[in-house]
């Protein structure tokens, strides 16, 4: 079986530019997350879904940040001018709620904004 | 809100030592609490979990126990390998008591485990 698919696996961007990440969770998964892991930290939640819908966003700036899953299946996360602070691993998850069954990760998208 | 202490930021052993992390976490609810590992250019994998109070958990010769009391799920191992080299996050997930996994976990910063032969 497939896993969480992620891509790209890296980008690095000037100041002011943006970017999209772009996820394919696991087959039949309903509930999907994105994760920012700042280097040398643990992950911290940004926001997931449940099927199309945003469940919590509370985490996600708002500004700058924003995150899509019009299907249900797939998402896109993207950075609208980026800033160096932003520099992080951005992880995608997934799980299958109902049966509250374990979140699977992907490997990730390393961002470096210079 | 709800967070998760991990005391050791790096530990370096040699084959064949016991392995201690400690974790203690605080949390308005009863969570969930987990084992992540995570190699480099990976995503943190599942290592195990428990739900409820003196629960064990056990995963590859990796075991922690629920305590409630003190609020800790520390990680031990009796003999690491260098194998076990990599990065280990205690997290916790709002769960109820149910042992019900919202998939939001809040993470520790992380311990680095290098084991030497």
């Known amino acids: 079986e497939a896993g969480v698919t992620q891509s790209p696996r890296y980008a690095v961007l000037q100041e002011g530019q943006a970017v999209s990440f772009w996820c394919d969770p696991i087959?039949?998964?309903?509930?999907l997350y994105w994760y920012q892991q700042p280097r040398d930290q643990g992950p911290q939640l940004l926001v997931y879904f449940r099927d199309e819908a945003v469940i919590d966003n509370s985490q996600l700036p708002s500004d700058r940040f924003s995150a899509v899953r019009p299907k249900g299946t797939n998402s896109t996360l993207k950075i609208q001018s980026a800033k160096q602070g932003d520099t992080a691993t951005y992880l995608c998850?997934?799980?299958?709620?109902?049966?509250?069954?374990?979140?699977?990760f992907g490997k990730g998208t390393r961002l470096t904004v210079v | 809100g709800d967070s998760v202490t991990q005391t050791e930021g790096q530990v370096a052993l040699s084959e064949e030592d016991f392995l201690t992390i400690h974790c203690n976490y605080s949390?308005?609810?009863?969570?969930?609490l987990f084992w992540y590992v995570q190699y480099p250019g990976e995503g943190p994998q599942l290592l195990f979990r428990a739900s409820r109070d003196k629960e064990k958990g056990s995963s590859r010769g990796f075991e922690a126990t629920y305590d409630k009391g003190t609020t800790s799920f520390h990680l031990r191992k009796a003999s690491v390998q260098e194998s076990d080299s990599a990065v280990y996050y205690c997290?916790?997930?709002?769960?109820?008591?149910?042992?019900?996994?919202?998939?939001?976990?809040?993470f520790g910063h992380g311990t680095i485990l290098r084991v030497h032969p």
């Open positions: 949390a308005s609810g009863y969570p969930t």
């Open positions: 997290a916790l997930s709002d769960g109820g008591g149910t042992g019900a996994n919202t998939g939001k976990l809040t």
């Open positions: 087959s039949g998964h309903d509930t």
């Open positions: 998850a997934s799980s299958f709620w109902a049966t509250n069954t374990e979140v699977f």
